[in-house]
C-alpha cells in the first residue's frame, strides 16, 4: 500500500512538472518581440522628412538647365537622377514645383546620392517667396517611389520663422500613406512635427545641414495594427547621412506595450535599439 502511494505521489510530482515546464516554455516563446511597428514608423519617418529636403534643394538648384547641382558645384540628395525640376512661377503669388526622378524616364528607378532608388515626382505648391517666414508649402505625390514603396498622402509645411536660438522652425503636418514593395502591406502614417533647422542654413552645402525633429504620430503598420508615437528626445538628422544619428521616440501598438526606439549617440549608421518590456532588440533601418 504504501508503494502504491509512492508511486502515485511521484507520478503527481512528474506531472506538475511536466506542466510548469511546459508554462515556463510557452511564457518564453510568447515573449513580445514584434518590432514591426517601431520599423514602419521608422520608415515613414524618414520617407516624409526627405521629402522636404528634396524640395528645398531643387529650389536652390541650378533649374535652367534643371542639372541637380547647388552654386557650389555640391549635387544633393537629388543627384543625376532627376529628369527634371519645372517651376511656374507666371500665376502672380501663386508657385508650383515639379521634381520628377528617374532613369530616361520617370517610370523606371534611378539610384540617388543618398543610396535609394527613386521614380516618379514630388509636386510642391506655395504662395510668395519660397523661404518667407509665414509661407506654407503643400506637397503631393505622382506615382511617386522610393526603392519601390509607393508614397502617396500630402505633406504641409509652415515656415514659423526663427526662434530664440536663431535657428529657422517649421510646423509639419503628414497625411500618409506608403505602400510597401514586394506586398509588404500597406503602413498609413499622421504626423504633428516641428522641425528646428540648427547647422547649415548659411551655406550652399547641402551636407552641412542639420535638423532636430520633435512631435508626435499615429497610424497602422503594414500588418494593419495602429499605434500612437512621440518623440521623447529630439531625432538629429544629419543629411551627410541617410538615417537619424541620435534620438529616441516611444511607439504603443493597440494593445500591446510601448516600445521604446532609440537611434544611437550620433554615429552615422543603419541601426536602432527598440526595448520592449525590459528586453533590447537591435533593428536596421531601411
Known sequence: MKVKNLVKYLAVVATVGILFTACKKKTQDETDKDTSAAGDNALAE??????????????????TSYMPVSSNGEKGICS????????????????TMHITFGNTVSTVNCLCADGRYRRGTINVTWQGHYRD?????????TDYYVNDNQIMGTKTVTNNGYNQSGHLTFGIQVNGTIIKANNGGTITWNSTRT?????????AI???DVYLITGSANGTNALGNSYTASINTPLRRELSCRH???????????????????YGNGACD?????????????????
Open 270 to 286: 543603419d541601426q536602432a535599439t527598440v526595448t520592449i518590456n525590459g528586453n533590447t532588440y537591435t533593428i536596421t533601418l531601411h
Open 195 to 203: 522641425r528646428e533647422w540648427i547647422a547649415g542654413e548659411n551655406t
Open 133 to 141: 517666414p509665414g509661407s506654407v508649402h503643400s506637397i503631393i505625390f
Open 206 to 208: 547641402w551636407s552641412d
Open 244 to 262: 537619424f544619428v541620435s534620438g529616441s521616440f516611444q511607439i504603443t501598438p493597440s494593445g500591446k506595450a510601448t516600445r521604446y526606439i532609440d
Open 46 to 63: 524618414g520617407t516624409y522628412n526627405d521629402v522636404h529636403n528634396i524640395a528645398d534643394q531643387a529650389i536652390n538648384m541650378n533649374l
Open 80 to 95: 543625376s537622377c532627376v529628369l527634371s525640376i519645372v517651376i511656374d512661377t507666371t500665376s502672380g503669388l501663386s508657385h
